[in-house]
């Protein structure tokens, strides 16, 4: 099996894990936070950057890249580490949520989804064998089922039926798959309904798979709820495998789900917060547009050791902000993938010293208090 | 005297020089190539990243930092160099070429230019004695005189005048200047007039201060009409005092005028041209959004050592600027600044070796043919 997962110690007073993934491109830390490269591409950020962060594995868009430029284009050079010069670990996703929140006019069949291009209109179709066969194209260490994400809002008889089908998808993904270069994870949706979502995880997880994944969170409902579902159905995953929570979350929901059992994560929040100038600090957020900024010396997060923090002032963001300059955006993400990247070696840390519920309550009481000048 | 120049060696078959600016914050190589940090930030790129391209001097423009964020703002925040965490050398222009290229219903009296503001049409009052207020505010290592740049098409009547008042502006200058920590230079207008250029120098150069500029090229007129301008003006200026050629150029440009005496140079051709996908190689020019380009595992310049040509094929920045994506920009830009920068410092060692003329014939060769993919 090209990745495989140790398992090396479980927090003494919660479900949190500390773990390795081995991949072709390298050892992944876990609790682990995935950047997001949707185009190949960190916004704001290069590679080196990525590198000096730490980051261990990126996350690549199936959806995004087969439109422009194409896996064929991709894999053609030699894959999408080769493409993008990035010889640690990849993961992309199956394509599937993009046509549900960015695709036109998609029409979901057994076959699989019918959609138009965001970009052209041009008509596209993914079917659970067109996704595996991409993602292998574009040489992920790993890749993801096809599935739906239904509505949040669906009724209960749409639900079903549509988890039935990702279940039957994921068993043509699984039969599509190679098993050679990448690892195929399954993902479990079932919305809220914890009696949906435990089915779901028996379906997905009588397929033997080198990991899995909770698909359809973080998708309008309260922080709460989802936190109180992941809770209940983490636990239930094979404990074996690794574990991801796909598109979650905050610093909180983060803290939160590894308590429950959870190894992986990727969202854009961190990212595409700090292109709005919404930093993620050690004191809560700080918002670097805000004009009580524009005379502050003091670095953007007193404790963090970042290149942002420790080189500028928030006058100086709050002033590029302002003048709309390329920099800000490149400043404000290294520093929230700073904070992301270390709140996940710092939670590595504290599972080690059987610590973990402590750690989880101090990030909860410190991301709700805002900074003083924030 | 805050900045003293000293003139190392003048090639034996040309006018070129090799010499040291000493300025408070560091030593600076002539000839030498300023990037253009307009608004406190070179367009694109970290101050991370001109350390690591070797950058010894950036430009900041008044125009654009007394409206935003305000000389008193950054002064009292330590001055320029800190504000923007840059500890090296940085030049000042007057805002006087700005007031003529950016900003509205300007009128020009015996006392200043007032006008308004691009930004939020807010009325403004430039004089010599607040432009070298504000610029020694700012605390930059080298300021410049506020002169008039005429229109190009302006008649002999309008540009006598206009040369008479930037020179008794040079007084005004020179009797506000504080001559501590900055160092004025005067500016040399003129346009295509040899006979008011030569007029113009002497009166300016009458006045004694620590370096002379030459304004008003590259505002229109043909290369070959200002190759020829320069060669006739730059000779003329103090051997013992740098001299600054203003807002110039291509890489021919910059090759010829070193030829003329030229020391330093500023421009946002590398800058604004990369931001476009428009690269300078030493085969030529690239534009990085041509199809061409789409699956081209070579690097933009197979010569160049910068971290852009060590990492990065050209078809995977084809696909970076195609998808509108951010690192392009940084990419682009840390490429022709490296190519200027090493340009510049491949022109210092030809001078070395008395061989300026066989380099700067190699240049104009070079940038005369086309890159095979561009």
């Given at each position: 099996?090209?990745?495989?997962?140790?398992?090396l110690?479980?927090d003494?007073?919660?479900?949190?894990?500390?773990?390795r993934l081995?991949?072709?491109?390298?050892?992944?830390?876990?609790?682990?936070?995935?950047?997001?490269g949707?185009?190949?591409?960190?916004?704001?950020?290069?590679?080196?950057?990525?590198?000096?962060?730490?980051?261990?594995?990126l996350?690549?868009?199936t959806?995004?890249?087969m439109?422009?430029?194409?896996?064929?284009?991709?894999?053609?050079l030699?894959?999408?580490?080769?493409?993008?010069?990035?010889?640690?670990?990849?993961?992309?996703?199956?394509?599937?949520?993009?046509?549900?929140?960015?695709?036109?006019?998609?029409?979901?069949?057994?076959?699989?989804a019918?959609?138009?291009?965001?970009?052209?209109?041009?008509?596209?179709?993914?079917?659970?064998?067109?996704?595996?066969?991409?993602?292998?194209?574009?040489?992920?260490?790993?890749?993801?089922?096809?599935d739906?994400?239904?509505?949040?809002?669906?009724?209960?008889?749409?639900?079903?039926?549509?988890?039935?089908?990702?279940?039957?998808w994921?068993?043509?993904?699984?039969?599509?798959?190679?098993?050679?270069?990448?690892?195929?994870?399954?993902i479990?949706?079932?919305?809220?309904?914890?009696e949906?979502?435990?089915?779901?995880?028996a379906?997905?997880?009588?397929?033997?798979?080198p990991?899995?994944?909770?698909?359809?969170?973080?998708?309008?409902?309260?922080?709460?709820?989802m936190?109180?579902?992941?809770?209940?159905?983490?636990?239930?995953?094979?404990?074996?495998?690794?574990r991801?929570l796909m598109?979650?979350?905050?610093?909180?929901?983060?803290?939160?789900?590894?308590a429950?059992?959870?190894?992986?994560?990727?969202?854009?929040?961190?990212?595409r917060?700090?292109?709005?100038?919404?930093?993620?600090?050690?004191?809560?957020?700080?918002?670097?547009?805000?004009?009580?900024?524009?005379?502050?010396?003091?670095?953007?997060?007193p404790?963090?050791?970042c290149y942002?923090?420790?080189?500028?002032s928030?006058?100086?963001?709050?002033?590029?902000f302002?003048?709309?300059?390329?920099?800000?955006?490149r400043?404000?993400?290294?520093?929230?993938?700073?904070?992301?990247?270390?709140?996940?070696?710092?939670?590595?840390?504290?599972?080690?010293?059987?610590?973990?519920?402590?750690?989880?309550?101090?990030?909860?009481?410190?991301?709700?208090?805002?900074?003083?000048?924030?």
């Open positions: 099996m090209s990745v495989r997962f140790e398992r110690h479980v003494a007073g919660t479900h949190a894990r500390l773990g081995h991949t072709p491109h390298g050892t992944v830390e876990t609790p682990v936070f995935m950047p997001v949707t185009q190949a591409t960190v916004k704001a950020v290069g590679q080196d950057d990525l590198q000096a962060l730490g980051a261990e594995i996350l690549g868009n959806y995004h890249l439109l422009r430029p194409g896996e064929e284009l991709i894999g053609g030699g894959g999408l580490h080769r493409f993008m010069a990035w010889d640690r670990a990849v993961l992309t996703d199956s394509g599937g949520f993009q046509v549900y929140s960015l695709a036109q006019n998609r029409k979901i069949t057994e076959e699989g019918s959609f138009q291009s965001h970009l052209d209109g041009s008509r596209w179709l993914l079917t659970p064998e067109r996704s595996v066969q991409i993602q292998e194209t574009l040489g992920a260490d790993v890749i993801m089922a096809f739906e994400c239904p509505p949040s809002k669906s009724d209960r008889q749409y639900m079903e039926e549509s988890l039935a089908r990702t279940t039957r994921l068993q043509r993904c699984a039969a599509a798959w190679s098993r050679e270069r990448s690892a195929l994870f399954g479990v949706q079932g919305g809220l309904d914890l949906l979502r435990r089915r779901h995880l379906e997905v997880c009588a397929i033997e798979l990991g899995y994944a909770l698909g359809g969170y973080s998708v309008g409902e309260r922080p709460e709820e936190h109180a579902s992941v809770a209940e159905v983490a636990p239930l995953m094979p404990e074996d495998r690794p991801y598109g979650v979350g905050t610093p909180v929901d983060l803290v939160t789900a590894v429950a059992g959870i190894d992986m994560f990727d969202c854009v929040l961190p990212t917060c700090a292109r709005n100038g919404l930093l993620f600090t050690s004191e809560g957020r700080l918002n670097l547009r805000n004009a009580t900024h524009a005379r502050d010396e003091r670095t953007p997060d404790v963090c050791r942002t923090c420790r080189t500028h928030r006058a100086y963001l709050r002033h590029l302002a003048a709309d300059e390329l920099l800000a955006l400043l404000a993400t290294l520093h929230n993938l700073h904070h992301y990247l270390e709140l996940m070696r710092r939670a590595r840390e504290a599972i080690g010293q059987d610590r973990f519920q402590t750690f989880a309550d101090d990030v909860r009481r410190r991301e709700s208090g805002r900074a003083p000048a924030g």
